[in-house]
């Protein structure tokens, strides 16, 4: 498996913002493991951090706009594109003001920036979602569709059909993820001239000129026209090419405009939150059907994720038999309800458990039909994660541990005489004060039988006296 990676060292870039127009500085700061991506909002008050989340997507009009809880990051695209293309897992991306810099219009400035940063390898394995059968998302309105299929590596595709003279059907393939820098960074987003007119005349381009845009003119310009657009760019003298692009611009590749719309595919589909093994196929893409598509994968890969069992072998010694297990935690039979721990670390556990018939609690539940309750269950969990909350204090055997919370409960399957329960506690967000906030599942006979989300405080037995 590969090891998740982060930048090695701050790096910051100013510019200014396509549609907003302001001046901005944007800062890459490493982040921890399983951090992910996500933006800072360093100019609000109390710095508000917006994940590049599919479910935050709110608007998708000119670039794919994120919300949450009020707080806005504008046209996110390009930056999700230059981290995935540089292999990157875990990044903070602090602004200044509520869009990143356009810079050139591609992604080439922020690869640049990352490789100026450097890049570190991290000491956790690099989850990956491994494309096992057909995905499909289609647009009816636009006719637009999006297909992942399985592949060694991940590849994209994008189609693309502009129904113009000027720029009519192109296409664009990234083979492997690692020819980003070479193949894709640079490639520009680009405009229609009618679609410029519109942005201009609403206000919505502010940030713009003829350095971070390629403008395809696909309709006669009138004197007055042209002497808006000299205006508005702050230019004495434009023409057209005879390629029917604004002057000022030369295009890097012929498909400059479909390579573009794969470098949106890929800061789109980065908000699916994992890492993808598969072949991307977009036909005629955009940030509308790019973001619906990254929310129905991240829902495909959450569910993959909750009835994945994990695999033991269930042979080997433990890392905690039952004596030691009694040493750290408070709980004595018959309410003890974990008898083994097999892995822990700084932010997850894993626990088995014995089913058998000598259980007390199968005396009444039920006569005849012995089968767990769902409650001892959760506590089977609770006590598991235990563990990982004490194993965070010199003194175990001087705390207690409480439940706080208990929510988004679900029982699955019966446990029943004879089962062995496996159970797996990851952290939710890091232990502060004595407080666990975890996802826990078990699973037994290898399927997921109950879940729930759990939290949890540890008390020195002292302060209840």
Same mark, same amino acid.
């Given at each position: 498996m590969a090891k998740q990676r982060t930048i090695a060292n701050e790096v910051t870039l100013t510019g200014v913002g396509l549609h907003t127009g302001e001046n901005v500085t944007m800062k890459f700061v490493p982040a921890a493991v399983n951090?992910?991506?996500? $933006?800072?909002?360093?100019?609000?008050? /109390?710095?508000?951090?917006?994940?590049?989340?599919?479910? $935050?997507?709110?608007?998708? !009009?000119?670039?794919?706009?994120?919300?949450?809880?009020?707080?806005?990051? !504008?046209?996110?695209?390009?930056?999700?594109?230059?981290?995935?293309?540089?292999? @990157?897992?875990?990044?903070?991306?602090e602004l200044d003001a509520p869009e990143p810099p356009i810079m050139d219009g591609s992604s080439k400035f922020f690869v640049e920036a990352i490789e100026k940063a450097g890049i570190v390898e991290q000491d956790?394995?690099?989850?990956? %979602?491994?494309?096992?059968?057909?995905?499909? %998302?289609?647009?009816?309105?636009?006719?637009?569709d999006i297909t992942l299929i399985p592949s060694e590596d991940y590849e994209i595709t994008t189609m693309v059909d502009f129904g113009t003279k000027v720029l009519g059907t192109q296409n664009a393939t990234l083979e492997n993820i690692s020819d980003f820098k070479k193949?894709?960074?640079?490639?520009?987003? $680009?405009?229609?001239?009618?679609?410029?007119?519109?942005?201009?005349?609403?206000?919505?381009?502010?940030?713009?000129?003829?350095?971070?845009a390629i403008v395809y003119v696909d309709k006669e310009i009138s004197a007055s026209t042209m002497k808006r657009l000299e205006k508005a760019f702050n230019k004495k003298k434009l023409s057209v090419k005879p390629n029917g692009i604004?002057?000022?611009?030369?295009?890097? !590749?012929?498909?400059?405009?479909?390579?573009?719309?794969?470098?949106?595919?890929? /800061?789109?589909?980065?908000?699916?939150?994992?890492?993808?093994?598969?072949?991307?196929?977009?036909?005629?893409? /955009?940030?509308y059907v790019n973001t619906q598509f990254a929310k129905k994968l991240s829902k495909i890969i959450k569910l993959e994720k909750r009835n994945k069992v994990p695999k033991f072998?269930?042979?080997?010694?433990?890392?905690?038999?039952?004596? !030691?297990?009694?040493?750290?935690?408070?709980?004595?039979?018959?309410?003890?309800?974990?008898?083994? @721990?097999?892995?822990?670390?700084?932010?997850?556990?894993?626990?088995?458990?014995?089913?058998?018939m000598n259980e007390p609690f199968f &005396? /009444?539940? $039920?006569?005849?039909?012995?089968?767990?309750?769902? &409650?001892l269950q959760v506590e089977a969990m609770a006590q598991t994660g235990g563990i990982l909350v004490l194993s965070t204090v010199p003194d175990p055997e001087n705390y207690l541990t409480f439940f706080m919370k208990i929510d988004n409960v679900k029982f699955k399957q019966q446990v029943v005489p004879g089962d062995t329960l496996i159970f797996k506690c990851d952290l939710i967000s890091p232990i502060r004060r004595g407080i666990c906030h975890m996802q826990a599942y078990a699973y037994a006979n290898d399927k997921l039988v109950s879940e729930a989300e759990l939290m949890a405080q540890i008390v020195k037995t002292k302060q209840l006296d």
């Amino acid at each position: 498996m590969a090891k998740q990676r982060t930048i090695a060292n701050e790096v910051t870039l100013t510019g200014v913002g396509l549609h907003t127009g302001e001046n901005v500085t944007m800062k890459f700061v490493p982040a921890a493991v399983n951090h992910g991506f996500a $933006f800072k909002r360093v100019d609000l008050e /109390g710095e508000p951090i917006i994940e590049a989340d599919a479910n $935050f997507v709110v608007n998708t !009009q000119r670039g794919t706009n994120l919300e949450k809880r009020g707080v806005k990051i !504008q046209t996110s695209e390009h930056v999700l594109a230059a981290l995935v293309g540089m292999d @990157i897992d875990n990044v903070l991306i602090e602004l200044d003001a509520p869009e990143p810099p356009i810079m050139d219009g591609s992604s080439k400035f922020f690869v640049e920036a990352i490789e100026k940063a450097g890049i570190v390898e991290q000491d956790a394995e690099r989850e990956e %979602y491994v494309v096992k059968e057909v995905i499909t %998302y289609k647009d009816e309105a636009s006719g637009s569709d999006i297909t992942l299929i399985p592949s060694e590596d991940y590849e994209i595709t994008t189609m693309v059909d502009f129904g113009t003279k000027v720029l009519g059907t192109q296409n664009a393939t990234l083979e492997n993820i690692s020819d980003f820098k070479k193949e894709i960074a640079d490639a520009r987003t $680009f405009s229609f001239l009618h679609e410029l007119e519109m942005l201009l005349e609403n206000g919505l381009i502010k940030g713009g000129d003829l350095n971070n845009a390629i403008v395809y003119v696909d309709k006669e310009i009138s004197a007055s026209t042209m002497k808006r657009l000299e205006k508005a760019f702050n230019k004495k003298k434009l023409s057209v090419k005879p390629n029917g692009i604004l002057d000022n611009l030369t295009l890097h !590749q012929p498909n400059e405009a479909a390579r573009h719309k794969l470098l949106d595919v890929i /800061g789109d589909l980065a908000l699916a939150g994992t890492r993808i093994k598969g072949k991307v196929i977009a036909n005629k893409p /955009g940030h509308y059907v790019n973001t619906q598509f990254a929310k129905k994968l991240s829902k495909i890969i959450k569910l993959e994720k909750r009835n994945k069992v994990p695999k033991f072998d269930l042979n080997l010694p433990p890392l905690m038999d039952i004596t !030691q297990i009694m040493k750290m935690l408070p709980h004595r039979p018959p309410f003890l309800l974990v008898d083994k @721990i097999m892995e822990l670390s700084d932010s997850h556990v894993v626990g088995i458990k014995n089913v058998t018939m000598n259980e007390p609690f199968f &005396v /009444g539940h $039920f006569p005849g039909a012995p089968v767990m309750p769902g &409650v001892l269950q959760v506590e089977a969990m609770a006590q598991t994660g235990g563990i990982l909350v004490l194993s965070t204090v010199p003194d175990p055997e001087n705390y207690l541990t409480f439940f706080m919370k208990i929510d988004n409960v679900k029982f699955k399957q019966q446990v029943v005489p004879g089962d062995t329960l496996i159970f797996k506690c990851d952290l939710i967000s890091p232990i502060r004060r004595g407080i666990c906030h975890m996802q826990a599942y078990a699973y037994a006979n290898d399927k997921l039988v109950s879940e729930a989300e759990l939290m949890a405080q540890i008390v020195k037995t002292k302060q209840l006296d």
